[in-house]
Structures are given as C-alpha cells and as structure tokens.
C-alpha cells in the first residue's frame, strides 16, 4: 500500500521513522511519499520537502514567510493528490496538518490519521472539532490525552510512547563513561549535558543564560547536545573560548553519562527523564511576565514538561517565562548534583513516570490500528 507522511519536526522524523519501519515489517508492499527528514528518508521513499524549510515558529516568524508556508501548502496538496495514496498520515504541526487533513478528506476521500496529537489540551480546544470532522483515527502518545478527549466524545487509541521504544533500543545502550570520553576526546570529568532547542531561536533565547548558569562548576564539564538539521557553525556565537564541546547526533549518549541535565520544554525532557538523568526545565519567553499571565489565563494546563503532565504533579523544576533566571536555574543544578534526597527523589519520581507510560511497541501498536483501519489486518497484536 502507498502511505503519504507529514511531518514537520526533528521529533516527528525521529518517531514517523519507526512508524514506517514497523508498516514495512507489517506490509511487504509499503511505498513511502513524504514532508519529513533525513531518518524517514532512510526508511525508503521519496522526500517531497524537509522539516527544515517548514520550521517557522512564532508569529513574527510564521507572518514573514506567509508565502513559503502558503507554497508549502499547496505543494503538498497536489503532491498527495497526484499520489493518490491508500492513507495519509499527518504528524502533530496541527497548524499545517490539519488544512491538509480538511483538503485529504473532503476533496480526496483517502482516510486520514493522525499520529502524535497535536497539544489542544493546553490551547486551541476548539480545534478537536476539526479531527471528529476530517480525521479517521486519533493515534496518541501520552496517556492523559485520551481522557481529556473523552470528554469532548471523541473516540481516539493511545498507542504507547515511542520514545519509550526509541530509548529502549537506541544505540551505544550500553556503553561505559569512559568509552564515551574516550570516543569524543572528552577529559574524565563528570558531565553536565545542555539542551537548548531544537530550531535556532529556541537555541539564541535559552543557551546564553544556560552557559551563565553552569559558570563556576569547575569539577563538571559542559557538553552540548546539537540539535538535528542546525550547522555546526550555528553555536559558535554562543560557545566561541568556552571550554565545552557540542556534539551532533549524540544525544541519547550524552544523556546516558551526564550526571544532570538543562532542558528546554519538549520531548527532550521526557528522553532525559527516560534515561534517568535529573533535570532543570528553563524555558526564555519574549517579555516573561505577560508570557506567565498568558500561561495562567489563557492555557489550560498547569504544567509545561511531559514529565510533569504526565504524573499530573511537579517532578521537575520548571523555570520559564519571569521565573527564568540563571539564579533559579544554578540552584536547582546545585540541588540536583550535590543533594543526595532531592536527587533520589526525581529519580524515584521518573519510575512512576515510566510505569504510567506503559511498555514498548507504541510503532508497532500505531501500524497496526492503520492496517486494521485499511483492513490489512496484522497478524501479531500488541498491548501496552
């Protein structure tokens, strides 16, 4: 059968990859045409447009390239059409995905799924009028989503966690600190890994005041975990006579050997929660004190990490919008590597986390409500 992916995200590429990987196990016909990136292209298929021409994020950013979004559209548009595939599947980047879904369903009649729900918990409830509308089956990733969508009589699958799967089998599982140092020419000093972002201007708010937080901790070093489909060159104004590495393409491994971790919101403090390392959430917002207002009044949700939506309580540390400070952010990084009771329990607290997640096979478990939904029935069925 033909598939027909969008995805438009480093995150969404990483997870639709073992998506396509689990249906090719499943269908031995499976042919692949998508928006997406590099790891979905080495599943085979044709790469149409990559995530990074898509990626614009606030409303400055998303009005000044109006027209490339709008030529983005309609390129896909006709791309799907022309294909005609047997199932389009449309990953989170609601903005994008769900006009794509309204033209699929209304003037293609192909059955639409939706995998990785987009965050209507948190704003834009109104939105679920539009999956019930143009969307076959809801497939997703975080327990307390099928709950909230219950409440709107709206039928959808929590299929599991991929990053639990992607943590599970990721490479160098188990590799030692000192094949890690060893590898990366790093000197033997614990670790203290940052994760600034996934797109350049999360990276330009948040890494300054992160490398301002980590001064001074002298027995630690600082390694940077480069986000996917950002050059190199990119971090150089921000790490220029600073004696830290950034390494690409390592963050799982960077993760593993670090003692603690600074997070911006996202997937990554979930993976960072998954691998067990604590963690401080900061998170810069433009004018940080009507960001918290709008945070209290307008979003319906009280958390802004995973970790935290996900036990429905604080774990970690979130310090964003006026509560972003490199004072707040330096001690929690001290509780955190020097208080052995503040430190055991987040990591206690993570295996809660991990239990309400469930077990792996979240692909395999999306594969197969697809082809049941195209009535190819899988043989083997999962359960979380």
């Not at 995805?7 to 249906?23: F, I, P, R």
């Not at 898509?54 to 030529?71: C, D, Q, S």
């Not at 104004?237 to 830290?244: E, R, S």
């Amino acid at each position: 059968m033909k598939y027909y992916f969008v995805v438009g995200e480093a995150s969404g590429d990483l997870h639709t990859s073992n998506l396509m990987k689990s249906l090719k196990a499943y269908d031995g016909n499976a042919d692949f045409r998508f928006f997406g990136g590099d790891l979905m292209a080495a599943q085979g298929g044709t790469l149409v447009k990559h995530y990074r021409e898509m990626a614009f994020m606030g409303i400055g950013p998303v009005v000044m390239n109006a027209r490339t979004i709008l030529g983005n559209l309609q390129l896909c548009k006709k791309d799907i059409a022309s294909y005609r595939p047997d199932a389009v599947v449309l990953v989170d980047y609601p903005g994008f995905n769900l006009k794509i879904a309204k033209f699929v369903k209304t003037r293609l009649n192909i059955p639409v799924f939706y995998y990785i729900s987009p965050k209507v918990w948190a704003w834009k409830e109104y939105r679920i009028k539009s999956f019930k509308k143009y969307v076959d089956e809801m497939l997703c990733i975080l327990p307390f989503e099928v709950e909230f969508y219950k409440k709107h009589n709206y039928r959808v699958h929590y299929v599991g966690n991929p990053s639990v799967d992607e943590i599970d089998t990721r490479d160098f599982k188990n590799e030692t600190f000192s094949g890690f140092i060893a590898a990366n020419e790093l000197p033997d000093r614990p670790i203290i890994a940052l994760l600034a972002g996934s797109r350049k201007q999360e990276i330009s708010r948040n890494l300054p005041s992160m490398l301002q937080a980590v001064k001074g901790f002298e027995d630690y070093q600082l390694v940077i975990a480069g986000a996917p489909g950002i050059e190199p060159g990119f971090y150089d104004k921000f790490t220029k006579g600073l004696p830290l590495k950034v390494l690409f393409n390592q963050t799982y491994r960077i993760l593993a050997q670090s003692q603690a971790a600074l997070v911006t919101s996202g997937t990554a403090t979930l993976e960072t929660a998954l691998l067990n390392v604590p963690q401080v959430v900061c998170y810069r917002m433009p004018m940080p004190r009507l960001s918290y207002w709008a945070f209290k009044n307008i979003l319906h949700t009280p958390y802004i990490s995973l970790v935290n939506l996900i036990c429905d309580r604080e774990v970690v540390m979130e310090f964003f919008a006026k509560f972003f400070t490199v004072e707040n952010i330096r001690k929690e990084l001290i509780q955190l590597l020097h208080v052995k009771n503040y430190r055991k329990n987040m990591l206690d607290n993570y295996a809660e986390m991990r239990r309400i997640l469930g077990n792996t096979g979240a692909s395999d478990r999306a594969a197969e409500i697809i082809l049941d939904k195209l009535g190819n029935n899988p043989l083997k069925k999962f359960s979380i």
